[in-house]
């Protein structure tokens, strides 16, 4: 039989004929497998960006908040008094669907490192997860898995994680998706940039000996989930969370030393990319040793090296005249480190075995990944179902309807998996998960607070994506909003399906639009981020594609961490009130898909100005300590949020609302701009003069009973019954 040539073989390490060639014209030479395999790597939709690069520039990037946008290991916004936070998102969704363990475990050893490799203390974990339905067995293996591997990670290495979001939904089935977030703190004077600087320096290897685990991930993560996509296992990374605890504190004590002038994180496509990046930033070539790498594996060729995803491995750069003090120290440590290269001025990623040059390629070739702008086009389904007018009877029951909106797993309580997390570690954190719209840290040494949160409802995004990304920028302000802090900025992770696609291309674009929009009125601009597409399963010849999923994460600040707020009643006689308008909106909501089956209809609409009012508004009463309860209206509507807050605060209430909005959109449609307030009577004079935007007084904390009456009709159940039923659906599950 004949021997295939290394063109035919393109596709195996994950190029087109086309961009074979392109590497051909580069090296004026045919590549040999390394070089193929590195601009294999580098050139992946994971790695490279190819298909969202150019739309990815529509983002607002700056503002005087910003210390460090897009382009290295995180963003860094500022936060006063020379303190910064550190933050990003990435996303470990095809290792998780084939090993949910070790793929989520290593998905926050990976955004930890990003953190510290920028100079930060890791302080936080946030992790928004998708999944298929909870009635079925492979959810409830995968929910199990990435629920342990996130506790397995953050517990061992002592990062709480403090807070995320859950979502069930069929076109997750196959493909989950593990979006982790990460947040730390600094001092501005010790932000880091992952650099190689200038000809000369030396660039050591610090970490976990490199083994054959993780070979192909970044080419792995850049295409279709199928069948056989369990036989990628061995793209999946094995993490040790407590080698990574002591790579942490060595490369913060090397930082605070002043020992580096670079440091970057091993992630995907390992060495490559780490260095190649790192090259290409200071616009320098390098000499890279590859029989210097230490390894626990015998015979590795140099493309098993260059190509490994071991985990907990990171390079430096180390500041000239102080290698052997870093390396001295690094060894302190424990941790093996080895001087592996060397800058040069020629430009070049040379790979050196044993004095034999083995792989000689351009930085910035290898850097700069073909682009490719398509045209989209929209799914005629997906807009019929948008756009044709549908009607549905209203329930006889509506009582019964709140029930099984409550039992709906994406409402219902995740205290059973954040029960598993270690979230108060470190003494920072001082609201916990499950207590209100956002998580908060302490920030110690000031009278600061920082808050974080993850958002995004995908079904909003799949009938009009750029309005669902709208509305995810938006609710995640909220959510800060509610516990008092000001928003800042975002990181974002766009989970999409296979790009070459038309209708998959305009979702994208779409999205990318409306995160743009919104970033932009609302003052968040977004400091980095992860692309993940090909988020898609093939059996049998049949097509899953998952909702797009343009998940954002938002951090902001309080000025005073005391002055705060959570969802929880707190006292008899508070009295409730509504900031904002219900409205007669049923499209895309979760009442819809939970009673009737039914994913259809515009989302709500959402006017930007009007949302940035509300918010200035509870921002306003918490941080004058005029409120210390809110709760933002989302998922399932008003009565569902009522219920969340006498839930969260074992207490009763006493609702009447007037208006006369058919029963089902004022109990469930899920109108934005819209947050709940519980005020003390005393302060209640005071809270109406700070209130400039629509509101209304709609009852009080009362007694031991949920009872919300309306024009047509009452509810009312006994707290136990609508707790029980609101804390059941997780705790069966995973038990």
């Not at 626990?296 to 005249?321: D, F, H, I, Y």
């Not at 988020?535 to 005073?560: F, K």
């Not at 200035?616 to 969340?644: F, N, P």
Request: proline residues 5%; charged residues 20%; aromatic residues 6%.
């Amino acid at each position: 039989m004949r021997e295939q040539s290394l063109r035919e073989q393109a596709a195996t390490f994950g190029l087109s004929l086309e961009e074979f060639d392109s590497v051909v014209k580069i090296l004026d030479r045919e590549p040999n497998s390394l070089e193929a395999a590195m601009f294999g790597a580098l050139w992946s939709e994971h790695c490279g960006y190819k298909n969202s690069r150019p739309l990815l520039r529509r983002l607002p990037t700056k503002g005087e908040q910003v210390l460090q946008g897009p382009g290295e290991n995180a963003g860094v916004v500022d936060i006063g008094e020379g303190f910064a936070v550190a933050f990003k998102m990435e996303s470990h969704n095809h290792p998780s669907a084939v090993e949910p363990v070790q793929g989520a475990a290593t998905g926050v050893g990976g955004i930890l490192r990003d953190i510290f490799a920028m100079g930060a203390r890791p302080v936080a974990v946030l992790d928004s997860l998708r999944f298929g339905p909870l009635d079925n067995d492979r959810t409830r293996y995968l929910l199990g898995g990435v629920v342990h591997g996130i506790s397995l990670y953050g517990n061992a290495i002592g990062v709480p994680t403090v807070g995320g979001e859950i979502v069930f939904h069929p076109c997750y089935q196959e493909n989950p998706l593990v979006n982790v977030m990460a947040l730390g703190y600094m001092r501005h004077e010790d932000l880091q940039s992952g650099t190689v600087g200038n000809v000369g320096n030396q660039l050591i290897y610090v970490g976990s000996k490199t083994g054959r685990d993780g070979l192909g991930g970044a080419v792995f993560a850049s295409a279709d989930l199928s069948e056989t996509s369990n036989e990628d296992r061995p793209a999946v990374q094995v993490g040790d969370p407590f080698m990574e605890k002591l790579l942490l504190e060595a490369c913060l004590e090397a930082i605070e030393k002043e020992l580096v002038i670079g440091v970057q994180d091993m992630g995907a496509a390992g060495i490559t990319s780490s260095v190649g990046e790192m090259a290409y930033r200071a616009g320098k070539g390098v000499d890279l040793h590859v029989n210097r790498v230490p390894r626990r594996e015998e015979g590795m060729t140099p493309l098993e090296v260059m190509l490994s995803e071991s985990q907990e491995r990171m390079v430096l750069t180390a500041k000239p005249g102080k290698e052997a003090e870093l390396i001295a120290l690094l060894e302190k440590w424990e941790l093996d480190a080895t001087i592996i290269g060397e800058v040069a001025e020629h430009g070049m990623f040379r790979i050196i075995e044993n004095g034999e040059i083995v792989g000689d390629m351009p930085v910035a070739a290898l850097n700069e990944a073909p682009t490719y702008t398509r045209q989209g086009i929209e799914n005629q389904e997906i807009k019929d179902k948008r756009e044709l007018p549908f009607e549905v009877d209203i329930p006889k029951d509506l009582g019964k309807t709140l029930l099984k909106l409550l039992a709906n797993p994406t409402i219902a309580s995740k205290r059973p998996v954040f029960e598993q997390y270690d979230y108060q570690v470190m003494t920072n954190t001082v609201i916990v998960p499950g207590q209100a719209d956002a998580a908060v840290l302490r920030v110690k040494g000031t009278t600061k607070g920082v808050a974080a949160t993850t958002d995004c409802n995908p079904r909003y995004c799949q009938l009009m994506p750029k309005r669902g990304a709208m509305i995810a920028v938006a609710e995640a302000a909220r959510n800060l909003s509610c516990v008092g802090a000001t928003p800042l900025a975002i990181t974002d992770n766009l989970n999409f399906g296979n790009p070459t696609r038309t209708d998959v291309y305009f979702e994208l674009e779409q999205a990318i639009d409306g995160l743009s929009e919104a970033c932009l009125a609302l003052n968040t601009p977004v400091t980095g981020g992860n692309v993940s597409l090909y988020n898609q399963y093939t059996s049998e010849g049949r097509l899953v594609a998952i909702h797009p999923t343009p998940t954002v994460g938002m951090v902001g600040v309080l000025p005073d961490v005391s002055k705060r707020a959570t969802q929880d009643l707190k006292r008899e006689g508070d009295i409730l009130i509504l900031l904002g308008e219900n409205t007669s909106e049923l499209g895309a909501s979760e009442y819809l898909y939970t009673e009737h089956g039914l994913e259809l209809g515009f989302p709500p609409d959402i006017n930007l100005e009007k949302e940035k009012a509300v918010q200035q508004t509870a921002q306003s009463l918490i941080q004058q300590g005029l409120c210390d309860t809110a709760h933002d209206c989302s998922e399932g509507g008003l009565a569902v949020a009522l219920a969340e807050m006498a839930i969260a605060g074992n207490k009763g209430i006493k609702v009447s609302l007037k208006e006369t909005i058919r029963p089902d959109a004022l109990l469930f449609g899920e109108a934005q701009s819209r947050i709940l307030l519980s005020i003390e009577k005393a302060k209640l004079e005071r809270v109406k003069e700070v209130l400039k935007v629509p509101f209304q007084i709609l009852g009080e904390v009362s007694g031991e009973n949920f009872e919300l009456s309306f024009p047509s009709g009452s509810i009312a159940f006994p707290l136990s019954e609508i707790s029980s039923t609101f804390y059941s659906p997780l705790r069966e599950a995973l038990s």
